[in-house]
T-cell receptor, first 115, second 113 residues
Framework: GENVEQHPSTLSVQEGDSAVIKCTYS??????FPWYKQELGKRPQLIID?????GEKKDQRIAVTLNKTAKHFSLHITETQPEDSAVYFC??????????????FGQGTILTVHP | AAGVIQSPRHLIKEKRETATLKCYPIPRHDTVYWYQQGPGQDPQFLIS???????DKGSIPDRFSAQQFSDYHSELNMSSLELGDSALYFC????????????FGPGTRLTVT
C-alpha cells in the first residue's frame, strides 16, 4: 500500500519567516495530494491540495509543489504568523481500481511560529 | 456553510462494552470516510462508503462494523471495546468522485476504561 513520509517532525520559525514541509510518497499511481492543518483536539482542516496534473498551486500565503518524477510534494508558507502554529499533515490518495480516495497521511509536522 | 456532523462528541465506555458513532455528511456529499487518530498520531483510514456501498477498507478491526444509510449518514459500530480503542474518531465526507476534497467532522473522542 501507499506510504507517506513527512519531514521535519517539528519546525520552529520566527514570525514573518517562511516555513517548508516536505513529503514523499511511494505509490506512483497516487494522484491527489491534500494538506491539512490540525489544532490540538480539533478536526483536520483542508488548507490546500494539488492534483497530479498540476505542478504548483498557490493560495495567498500558502503554496504546494508536486514533483511526480521524484514522488515528493512540499508545502510552503510565507510570512508566517503565530496563528499558523499547528500540526500540519500531508496526505496522498489513489483514485481508481479498488481504491476510492482513502487518504494515507504523513506523520505530521508541529509548526511553531514565535512572535 | 453546513459541515460534517458527528455524534456523540465524547463517549466513555468500559472494556468489552459496545459503542455506536454517527456521522452526518455535508449535504449532497455521497461518500463517507472513517478515520481513527491516536494521541500524537496521524489519522488512520478505517473504512469508506460510496452511495451506501462499502468502497474501501483499511485497518479496521473485525470487532468494528459500519454502514451508510439511505440518507447518506453513516454509523460505526464498535464491539468488545479494548483500552487501545481509545482515540479520536473522525468522519469525513466528499462529493462523488474520489478526487473531490474530503472535509472532516469535529470527531468523537472515545475513552475506554
Amino acid at each position: 500500500g501507499e506510504n507517506v513520509e513527512q519531514h521535519p517532525s517539528t519546525l520552529s520559525v520566527q514570525e514573518g519567516d517562511s516555513a517548508v514541509i516536505k513529503c514523499t510518497y511511494s505509490d506512483s499511481a497516487s494522484n491527489y495530494f491534500p494538506w491539512y492543518k490540525q489544532e490540538l483536539g480539533k478536526r483536520p482542516q483542508l488548507i490546500i491540495d494539488i492534483r497530479s496534473n498540476v505542478g504548483e498551486k498557490k493560495d495567498q500565503r500558502i503554496a504546494v509543489t508536486l514533483n511526480k518524477t521524484a514522488k515528493h510534494f512540499s508545502l510552503h508558507i510565507t510570512e508566517t504568523q503565530p496563528e499558523d502554529s499547528a500540526v500540519y499533515f500531508c496526505a496522498a490518495s489513489l483514485a481508481g481500481g479498488t481504491s476510492y480516495g482513502k487518504l494515507t497521511f504523513g506523520q505530521g509536522t508541529i509548526l511553531t511560529v514565535h512572535p | 456553510a453546513a459541515g460534517v456532523i458527528q455524534s456523540p462528541r465524547h463517549l466513555i465506555k468500559e472494556k468489552r462494552e459496545t459503542a455506536t458513532l454517527k456521522c452526518y455528511p455535508i449535504p449532497r456529499h455521497d461518500t463517507v470516510y472513517w478515520y481513527q487518530q491516536g494521541p500524537g498520531q496521524d489519522p488512520q483510514f478505517l473504512i469508506s462508503f460510496y452511495e451506501k456501498m462499502q468502497s474501501d477498507k483499511g485497518s479496521i478491526p473485525d470487532r468494528f462494523s459500519a454502514q451508510q444509510f439511505s440518507d447518506y449518514h453513516s454509523e460505526l459500530n464498535m464491539s468488545s471495546l479494548e483500552l487501545g480503542d481509545s482515540a479520536l474518531y473522525f468522519c469525513a465526507s466528499s462529493r462523488s468522485g474520489p478526487l473531490y476534497e474530503q472535509y472532516f467532522g469535529p470527531g468523537t473522542r472515545l475513552t475506554v476504561t
